[in-house]
Nanobody, 121 residues
Framework: QVQLVESGGGLVQPGGSLRLSCAAS????????MGWYRQAPGNQRELVAR???????NYADSVKGRFTISRDNAKNTVYLQMNNLKPEDTAVYYC???????????????WGQGTQVTVSS
């Protein structure tokens, strides 16, 4: 099995910054794409940012220029640097990863448990 554990959420004032981390552990042969999603109360879960195994990235239009996704393959960890945060960024942020546990077997998609980000004065 594979576990994704997020950290770094919290309460921040508008204009502030936070850095989220997500570490994958367990039976891991390789990790392909990793990403961050968020879900605000009453809303559907939406993609925030995604990074492929090769380092290509894509972002939701609402966070372009403010958020940066990166990864450390040696640590099986993905990060989300969030700058100039706005109240509308308030949500539970979830980590997601496509993991191959055994060479030659298909990838499986995993989710973390979520971390709360609240932007408020």
């Amino acid at each position: 099995q594979v576990q994704l554990v997020e950290s770094g959420g919290g309460l921040v004032q508008p204009g502030g910054s936070l850095r989220l981390s997500c570490a994958a552990s367990g039976r891991i042969f390789s990790i392909n794409a990793m990403g961050w999603y968020r879900q605000a109360p009453g809303n559907q879960r939406e993609l925030v940012a995604r990074i492929t195994g090769g380092g290509a990235t894509n972002y939701a239009d609402s966070v372009k220029g403010r958020f940066t996704i990166s990864r450390d393959n040696a640590k099986n960890t993905v990060y989300l640097q969030m700058n100039n945060l706005k109240p509308e960024d308030t949500a539970v942020y979830y980590c997601n990863a496509d993991v191959r546990s055994v060479r030659g077997f298909p990838e499986r998609n995993y989710w973390g448990q979520g971390t709360q980000v609240t932007v408020s004065s």
